[in-house]
């Protein structure tokens, strides 16, 4: 099976700009998460997506924002980004929450100038 | 709340030496824990999970519920396990809520 894929894997953006992520999950997932992973705070989570509906947020601003797909797949908006948006941004995949494993992907390094 | 601690940022070991990573949970109900692995420009992987019971790569983790606690345990250290290494818990219908991670170096 394929693995979680992420695009773009890397992106430069200024502030102001705004930006979107794509994740494609194991085929058969349901479940799509995001994290975003910087060195001072680690992993931190921002939202959960199952059949199209978003099932947890984390504790971020509303410039984030993310949906998903029949099909999915996952897409997540940063609106006027700022520099501490900079980070690798990490989407994970399971069959549903819970207390299945999740499968990450590589990830997409957004730098913001 | 639910929280992991891992109280160590880095953690360096000699080659052969045994090696321990602290994880340290806060959680009221039965928890799921797991062990993350990011090695150097690769994405991070499961290491292991405590219902498994299982030694991946040497290592294994023992949940201690009195303790609330999950170490990551190795009896010797070799250089391909360098890398940072993240402890989760799954609480359930709620995402894995992770440690801020250590970041283990281990010397030749």
């Known amino acids: 099976k394929a693995g979680v894929t992420q695009t773009p894997r890397y992106l430069i953006k200024t502030r102001g700009q705004q930006v979107t992520l794509s994740c494609s999950p194991i085929?058969?997932?349901?479940?799509v998460s995001w994290y975003q992973q910087t060195p001072g705070q680690g992993l931190q989570f921002l939202f959960e997506y199952f059949s199209e509906t978003q099932r947890n947020k984390g504790n971020f601003p509303g410039r984030f924002s993310g949906r998903q797909f029949s099909n999915s797949r996952s897409e997540m908006n940063v609106s006027t980004l700022e520099l501490g948006d900079s980070a690798l941004y990490l989407c994970?995949?399971?069959?549903?929450?819970?207390?299945?494993?999740?499968?990450f992907g590589p990830g997409t390094r957004l730098t913001v100038l | 709340a639910q929280r992991v601690t891992q109280p160590e940022k880095l953690l360096s070991v000699f080659k052969g030496a045994p090696v321990e990573l602290k994880c340290n949970y806060s959680y009221s109900g039965s928890p799921e824990l797991f062990w993350y692995v990011q090695y150097s420009r690769q994405r991070l992987q499961l290491l292991l999970r405590?219902?498994s019971r299982e030694s991946i790569k040497g290592f294994t983790a023992d949940l201690n519920k009195g303790e609330t606690s999950f170490h990551l345990k190795k009896p010797f250290a070799q250089e391909e396990d360098s890398a940072m290494y993240y402890c989760a818990l799954n609480p359930g219908n709620t995402p894995l809520v992770f440690g801020k991670g250590t970041r283990l170096s281990v010397i030749a």
């Open positions: 085929s058969g997932h349901r479940s």
């Open positions: 405590h219902i």
């Open positions: 994970a995949s399971g069959f549903q929450s819970g207390r299945d494993t999740q499968y």
